[in-house]
């Protein structure tokens, strides 16, 4: 009973009977909670990596080789207090970077949990909404445009659908599917609507057996962001191993102790590599993602965050996000003798009420407001065609008693072109204009009864969907972030430009169609000269308010006839630079079809825009994924959100602000971490080097370089959950600023290393073992106070202040290292004075440090002031 090919050949009626299940009341929910323990979950099973194999993952490798070979080296010259230390700290690497790695695995997992897909699903006689992992063979389904098919089906019930299987197939078009056909598990519904009984779950579905076959390994696409990461932490791990070498060189020309030397270099190669990356910027992530996730927006992806924080124009849906999405019915216009309660019966008719559809959730609160509830039960819907972008209606042919009907309801000019010669063009599109300029999305309603040839136009019914509340202050905040909040709609230019009004968007709302490139303003402006010209000759006295009143009215006609009239080719048509300046200067976008999504961010992208584009439907998957950030809003299809980067979980434009919000504090502290990492690799190898080459002097002892190691790591961790501010301009990786600011703070590193060396050996003419311990401390303490020069582009005493838990990782860290040169542990003791000489030597270089960050801001940043 699990597998398709076990239903294949049968009819639907054998298919229901073989599955134990009945099409009117669907599974009983013990019986669907029994075959759940007989089939389990219909998911496929994800192969995870073994515990064990993550653990042992830590010690293979070329960084944790080092470590191992060090240790053995250690062992050989019998340096057991070395090699304990150097063990301790192999181990607490691997730990923290296991216990990271954990958190980021377990965030992604929680993310996961939340995009789970939905199922409508009739059990014990009604339909419910229920997670598509808990459906079994024999559950009665309904699948509709947009959803992702969530098993393998035998459609049951309905007219047709067109299901996209080129995930599975190849097939490039839609196929189209009747009753007695099978759906397989994650096609597309393309289009139609219709009842299905689930066959096969989970490995059992033609899909599962596919990945059965197939074990595809998708590596996750790296943002530019991660990319220039890596390329960091390779350019700083050829510089180490390079100066490393030459440190091994001059040892051998000075005839020194191989292994010793082999030890130290290997040791300070680990040092000075960034080992702490990969776990700091999954981390850094995952930290991001879990608190984009508590304010309802849910990642796809962990390094589409990257992509958020450096969009710069956002276009918006107006529908659900710049609007309450809940429609209310305004005062309805009818014709020809029809009452308002035929109207809104008749529109009732031409819906369906169990979908839930934004727009017809109004029809039926209607009714039941005024009691009209009893006499739709009379009505029979026998047909039901819901609507699509393309017939732009909705259709059902009803049954009362012996009689049949068809009705429809729809976009007023696709009504108006069905119906008979007798309705008056004219009147109907003059009352849908003026609720269009009032804000209102016009519904016309025509019913086609048995002894009609054509249908028969009922009346209008205008929708108002306000905007929401908090739209017109997020638009300003956006605006503040540097945000460019471009609406797109499907509504006409009127509603567009009266909602744009009101939230303080602008008014230079373009058509769709002028976007291609086809321009009818010039025949518009020309018209209206015309117009106004031959109203005064003959109308010699007429005032120039008359002539303006006439030609408005002329345009508009105009307006209307050259909505329809496809230009001439190669006529007022724009060139592709033109018509990119064209999509930048507009404040928003009406009549907008799925297609005309793709086409705006393609041209902004070539502009250079990263841009953002919110969608909801089947149709908007392209422009999702074509966006640098696609984000899914509230209740979007299946096949939006698998599409999107980001998924919201709530309705309105703020979810989106705030998402960019985090977004760029993320960013802001992977940054500041990279300059940390860039500066410290120079400052400790470049000193290492140079004072070994030129000074023939081992600044520092192995032991202690692991001990730096061990110190740094831990502070830099808590990183993730650093207070940063949030940039007012979208943030890119700007590699050159980044690689400049770091070497500069290396470089000033360097110097202060050799400054505390030069007091400690000419000055107070100290030992070599304490001179190593003074230098010790000081690079623990001036490495430490270098994550809170570069966390901040400001002055390290200006707000935002760092977060408890790096103020307090850092500050025990330097304590503990303080201790350890104070009482001598594994170092030569230098005593409570000396001690504070050095932290009183590393707070000075600290602040003339942050100065010279500010003046290296200020000088990389001067042409960009001035331009």
Known sequence: MGETGDHDNRSVDETLKALRTDKESGLSSDEAARRLQQYGYNEIPEKEESTLHRVLRRFWGPIPGMIEVAALLSAVVRRWDDFVIIMILLFTNAFIDFWQESKALNALKVLKGKLAKKALVLRDGRFQTVDARELVPGDIIKIKIGDLVPADVRLIEGDFIQADQSALTGESLPVSKKPGDVAYSNTIVKQGEMLAVVTSTAMDTFFGKTVA???????????????????????????????????????????????????????????????????????????????????????????????????????????????????????????????????????????????????????????????????????????????????????????????????????????????????????????????????????????????????????????????????????EEAKRLGLNVKMVTGDNAAIAKHIARILGIGENILDARELKGANNRELVLLGQIIARSVYRKLAPDATEEDAQEMASGIVKELERELRDVELPKGYVKRHESEIIEVIEDADGFAQVFPEDKYFIVDKLQKAGHIVGMTGDGVNDAPALKKADAGIAVSGATDAARAAADLVLLAPGLSVIVDAVKGARVTFERMKSYSLYRIAETIRVILFMTASIVIFNFYPVTAIMIIILAFLNDLPILAIAYDRTRVDEEPVRWNMGEVM??????????????????????????????????????????AGHLTIFITRTEEHFWRRPHPAPILLWAAVLTKALATLFVVYGWFVAPIGWKNALLVWAYAIVWFVINDFVKIWTYKLLRKDRIVA
Do not use: W
């Open 213 to 475: 076959l197939v074990a595809r390994a998708q590596r996750e696409e790296k943002s530019h962001f991660q990319k220039a990461v890596i390329h960091i932490g390779n350019y700083l791990i050829i510089i180490t191993v390079m100066l490393a070498a030459v440190i091994l060189i001059t040892a051998m020309f000075r005839h020194e102790n191989m292994i010793e030397i082999l030890r130290f270099t290997l040791v300070l190669t680990v040092a000075a590599i960034p080992v702490a990356l990969p776990a700091v910027l999954s981390v850094t992530m995952a930290v991001g993602a879990m608190n984009l996730a508590k304010k309802q927006a849910i990642v796809s992806r962990l390094v589409s965050i990257e992509e958020l924080a450096g969009v710069d124009v956002l276009c918006s849906d107006k529908t659900g996000t710049l609007t309450r999405n809940r429609m209310t019915v305004s005062d309805p216009v009818t014709f020809y003798g029809h009452t308002v309660e035929e109207l809104m019966l008749y529109a009732a008719l031409s819906s369906s009420e169990e979908n839930k559809d934004p727009i017809e959730v109004p029809i039926f609160e209607y009714l039941e407001k005024n009691g009209l509830t009893k006499e739709l039960k009379q009505y029979q819907q026998v047909k039901f065609t819901p609507f699509d972008p393309v017939s732009k209606r909705t259709e059902a042919l009803v049954r009362n008693g012996d009689r049949t009907f068809l009705v429809t309801k729809g976009a007023p000019q696709v009504i108006l072109d069905l119906c008979g010669e007798r309705t008056d063009r004219r009147e109907v599109l003059e009352k849908v204009e003026a609720f269009a300029e009032k804000g209102f999305r016009t519904l016309g309603v025509a019913v086609k009864q048995p002894e009609d040839e054509t249908l028969e136009l009922i009346g209008l019914l205008p929708l108002f969907d306000p905007p929401r509340e908090d739209s017109k202050e997020t638009i």
């Open 740 to 781: 400049s600011i770091s070497t500069v703070l290396g470089v000033l590193g360097v110097i202060a290393s050799f400054g505390i060396f030069y007091i400690a050996e000419e000055y107070m003419h100290l030992s070599a073992p304490v001179v190593q311990s003074f230098i010790f401390l000081k690079l623990a303490v």
